[in-house]
């Protein structure tokens, strides 16, 4: 007569507490906004009034990263001002504060960064000048057609004469009443423009206010 062995049942896994089931969550969301950041697109906070009515104070934009031949006159931009429109910011003290800031940076927010955003006006090689007999700003002698501006808005106050330097753009802002761009820097180093590889990317968006949601849309082509 065969005896049947009793079949032994296999050990069950046990699972992993919530609690470390919602860290992993957190982790792996964090890491993907992080790739997100690194290689698609990123999110800024506007600070001052400077691009309106393009962009209002308080609003959050989505920023399409772009490749120096990418960019554009026209172009809403938001770039590194490091050396030319800031000083080189400190760098945070301790381990925690840097991670703190990466943190903080993947999700939109930048505290104490030298990230501004303005529209690009002049390309590399051009000669930018303000103004012609009707107010106009002049492109390679040519007036420039700026519809963006607030109704009744100058294109400026301050004239100027500039030949853009290779590989450097001319920016300002919209709202040129109220805008520190290239103009607020003629005297220092670049004469107030910004190296294309400072670029980060272009304004493709506005994600924050619900009621502001929208695309920012590039000129056309001239």
């Known amino acids: 007569?065969?005896?049947?062995?009793?079949?032994?049942?296999?050990?069950?896994?046990?699972?992993?507490?919530?609690?470390?089931?919602?860290?992993?969550?957190?982790a792996v969301a964090l890491l993907a906004a992080?790739?997100?950041?690194?290689?698609?697109?990123?999110?800024?906070?506007?600070?001052?009034a400077s691009m309106a009515p393009t962009l209002e104070a308080g609003e959050r934009v989505l920023v399409w990263r772009v490749g120096a031949q990418e960019v554009?006159?026209?172009?809403?931009?938001?770039?590194?001002?490091?050396?030319?429109?800031?000083?080189?910011?400190?760098?945070?003290?301790?381990?925690?504060?840097?991670?703190?800031?990466a943190v903080g940076s993947a999700l939109g927010f930048h505290p104490g960064e030298s990230d501004f955003v303005k529209r690009?006006?002049?390309?590399?090689?051009?000669?930018?000048?303000?103004?012609?007999a009707d107010g106009r700003l002049l492109v390679d002698g040519e007036p420039l057609d700026e519809p963006y501006l607030p109704p009744g808005e100058a294109p400026s106050a301050v004239r100027f004469d500039v030949e853009v330097p290779p590989g450097r753009l001319w920016v300002m802002g919209d709202h040129r009443g109220d805008s520190v761009d290239s103009r607020s820097f003629l005297g220092s180093?670049?004469?107030?423009?910004?190296?294309?590889?400072?670029?980060?990317?272009?304004?493709?968006?506005?994600?924050?206010?619900?009621?502001?949601?929208?695309?920012?849309e590039r000129e056309a082509d001239e």
């Open 1 to 26: 007569m065969t005896t049947t062995q009793p079949t032994t049942a296999p050990p069950r896994e046990r699972a992993a507490p919530r609690g470390t089931r919602a860290v992993a969550v957190l």
């Open 34 to 48: 992080l790739l997100l950041r690194s290689f698609v697109v990123q999110t800024f906070s506007i600070p001052s």
């Open 72 to 101: 554009r006159r026209g172009d809403v931009v938001v770039f590194d001002g490091t050396g030319t429109f800031a000083p080189a910011p400190p760098e945070p003290a301790t381990g925690l504060a840097r991670a703190g800031a």
């Open 120 to 132: 690009v006006v002049g390309l590399p090689g051009e000669r930018i000048t303000c103004c012609d």
């Open 189 to 216: 180093p670049g004469g107030g423009t910004v190296a294309v590889e400072d670029v980060v990317g272009r304004v493709v968006a506005i994600s924050w206010p619900p009621t502001e949601l929208g695309t920012v």
